[in-house]
């Protein structure tokens, strides 16, 4: 059975390694991956999947108002499909994360998502919210803290180095992130994002 896979980690956790190396592997097998990103993601045209690492791959890219589930769809009537790659998944709308169930569910295709579970104040972002609640699989890539420590949280910086604790949820600028455990979050902005008892 085909199911919906989520893997979620904080920044520089290696999410799209992990991602365009199985889209390797299926085509190294003689399958069909079908690889997609967020048009934040467009360089000179070109949806573009990038690893810090320095290995890239070219990806449809999807907006807010896309019909995955349709584009899916005739992409496997030109040929079968074998699996579905989603980068930045955090940027999915709920609508889409649905799309991208009933692929798996009546498409019989393997979807698997890559993204962010949090924004750098520690809220959900829309499409990882929605993943949360409904994927088969739930898989957390650790990194680690500056401690050492496994990192959950990011923080967004100027490039003063100083801290920003308001602005955009979107903001695909990779150098202004710092990925760091919870403690040191909270010790990096300086308050809880919500008043506690």
Request: aromatic content about 10%; charged content about 25%.
């Amino acid at each position: 059975m085909a199911k919906l896979y989520f893997s979620y980690a904080a920044m520089n956790a290696g999410k799209s390694t992990l991602l365009l190396q199985a889209a390797y592997n299926y085509r190294e097998r003689g399958m069909r991956p079908l690889l997609y990103t967020s048009s934040l993601y467009v360089q000179d045209g070109v949806g573009l999947i990038s690893s810090r690492i320095g290995i890239s791959e070219p990806a449809a890219l999807y907006a807010a108002g896309d019909d995955l589930y349709q584009s899916i769809r005739d992409e496997q009537e030109a040929g079968k499909v074998d699996c579905v790659f989603v980068d930045e998944a955090q940027f999915l709308t709920p609508e889409q994360v649905w799309q991208l169930a009933r692929v798996s569910d009546r498409l019989r295709i393997p979807v698997m998502c890559f993204g962010l579970r949090t924004d750098f104040v520690g809220n959900l972002f829309p499409g990882s919210q929605q993943l949360l609640a409904i994927a088969d699989v739930l898989r957390e890539i650790r990194t680690i803290c500056e401690c050492g420590a496994k990192a959950t949280m990011v923080v967004r910086q100027n490039t003063e180095g100083r801290v920003l604790t308001d602005g955009d949820q979107v903001s695909i600028e990779k150098s202004v992130y710092v990925s760091l455990c919870r403690k040191h979050w909270e010790e990096a902005v300086g308050r809880w994002p919500v008043k506690g008892p």
